[in-house]
Each structure stands twice: as structure tokens, then as C-alpha cells.
């Protein structure tokens, strides 16, 4: 969990919001509550221990309803962060894959993961084309982030362009009077053009008066200017692409690495190294080697039902699909 270098500074109030700490607290509780016999075999003080170090970690988002998922923004990250972890491999691969299949493989993470935010991104990525569409998991995942972790602020922005799109601008108070009822009403005649797009530099206004008043996460103004100014005109979905594809709003969110570096996990590769030599040697498995590691990713496997302590030892680094897409190709 990233801290904030100023806390010291902020007031005790301040430090709780900022940090969700409250937040933590109740449901730690409430899982205790819950699970009660299960965690006090292994005594009280060790469990909160064992659940703040995985918030810390950001492990503790694994196999969470939706709900608790999306609440904080440390756990949005951590979850967009296990989702690469989990599934970089397909990247690697070059594997193209649909829509519904990017919604399966985030609702193994979540199981009530809803596919509404998965068809939002799909938007993005396909420029609000057919999303039936096959994408590359490069593409998917910066988007996918851009639409869960600001999905607020996307909301808040689809708003303003709609009213732009329609001849409203949401920072500008009118008087009526007789020419400007006149104005209103020619602009309302008009058929918009959502592939025009708006005027890049009143959409930047309006988004900076939102940001202003924004009580959500949203990405850097000194980002969204830039991008912004960078052409004359812009859509929606173009305008949210954008955002996805810059590197200092990614490097802000701190979730997913750089583009250039999205396939590389030396530790992963390391672990998966690790294993495969260590199948190579096996007198038994000569001429079995995939079978042989299959089994041994199958005793690895995390259930959902595992307790908090024994999630604990899960290694996202061999866990999920990554592995079995490795063995396959060898």
C-alpha cells in the first residue's frame, strides 16, 4: 500500500480517510465474527496480523465479492495488480481473446465480477465498435484500469461529453434572453456527431471544473491537459484511450508497470524456470513431463474457501492460469 510521504502532517481524521483504515478495521472484524472458530484456533492477534499484512500486500482482495473489491482505491489497484499477476501469460502468448472470455478470467478472481465494467472497457479498447472483437490482453488491461479504478470520474466525464455533444456546456450559467433562446435552439436542431467529437479545449475546461469539485479518484489535470491539447477535436472513447495509453497516469495508479516492460516478471519467470528444471531431472518424468507438472499446479491451486492464514502462503507468482499456459507450450 502506497503512504502518502505528508501523513505526519495530516490530522488524525484526515489520516483515517485517507488511508481507509476504519474501513479495514469493520470488516477484519466482521470476518472474524463470521469465521469465528476457524480463526481463533490460531489465536486473535495473529489473525489481524495476518489480515492487515494482507491488505499491506494487497493479497487481501483475492476471491472478494465485488462489492469490497471496488471500495477503496488500494483495493482497486490490488486487484488490477493480481488480475496482471494472474494473467500476464496470455500477453506473453500473444493470445487475442473476446470479451466474455476477459469476463471469465476476472471472475475467477471475483466471482460476481460484473460484466458491465468488462463491455465498458471492451468500448475502449474497440472505440465503441462491435465489442464482440477480439483484443490483445496489452490493450485490455490499461483500459480495464483506466474504467475501474477511475470509474467515478468516467462516469462523471461521459456526462460532460454528452452535454457538449448536445450543445450544453456544464460550466457556462445562461440569462435567457431572445438571442441566446435563439442559439439554444439552433444547436438543438443539430444532429450530433459522435464521431466528430467535441472541441478539446471546452471538454478540458469542463473536466478541470469537475476535478476541482471531484470527491473521487481522478488522473493528474497536468495529464488530461496535455492530452488534450494535443489535437483540436476529441471523442469520448478516444479521449478515454488516451488516458489508458498515457504512462504517467499509469505510473500515478501504480498497478501495472510500464508497456515496455507488462510481459516481464523475473520473479515469475524464475519460479516457472525453478519448476520445469526441477521436472526435467525427475527420473519419473521423463516421458511425462507436462503430466507431471500439471499435477504439481493442481496441489497449488488456491480454493476460494481457503481461510485468511492459509491465503496467506498463496504465491500469485505461480498461481492461476500462468503456469498451465507455460507447461502447454513446453
Known sequence: MKMNTDRFNLTVDEYLAETNVLFYLNDAVTQLLEHKEEYTQFGVVRYFAEYFTSVKNGNHVLFREFSYIKMTPHNRESFIHIFWKCFRQIGKNGDLLAMSEYSSLLQLLCPDFPTEMVQNTARIVLMDDATDC????????????????????????????????????????????????????????????????????????????????????????????????????????????????????????????????????????????????????????????????????????????KSLHQRKRIEMESDGSTEETDSSEN
Open 134 to 305: 477480439l483484443m490483445s490482453f496489452s490493450d485490455f488491461i490499461y483500459s480495464f484500469q483506466i474504467q475501474f479504478y477511475y470509474e467515478e470520474f468516467v462516469e462523471s466525464v461521459s456526462v460532460i461529453y454528452e452535454d457538449l455533444l448536445s450543445g450544453k456546456n456544464p460550466n457556462t450559467v445562461i440569462v435567457p434572453t431572445s438571442t441566446s433562446v435563439e442559439q439554444l435552439s439552433s444547436a438543438a436542431n443539430k444532429e450530433p456527431d459522435p464521431q466528430e467529437g467535441v472541441d478539446s479545449s471546452i471538454f478540458c475546461e469542463c473536466i478541470e471544473g469537475l476535478c476541482e469539485r471531484f470527491k473521487h479518484k481522478f488522473p493528474s489535470t497536468v495529464a488530461i491537459k496535455e492530452m488534450l491539447e494535443s489535437s483540436q477535436r476529441v471523442s469520448f472513447y478516444g479521449f478515454l484511450m488516451a488516458l489508458a495509453k498515457h504512462e504517467g497516469v499509469n505510473q500515478d495508479i501504480g498497478a501495472l508497470p510500464n508497456k515496455s516492460d507488462l510481459l516481464i516478471d523475473p520473479e515469475m519467470d524464475q519460479e516457472l524456470e525453478r519448476l520445469i528444471a526441477q521436472v526435467a531431472i525427475s527420473p519419473t518424468s521423463n516421458n511425462s513431463s507436462s503430466s507431471a507438472l500439471g499435477q504439481k499446479e493442481t496441489s497449488k491451486k488456491a480454493s476460494p474457501r
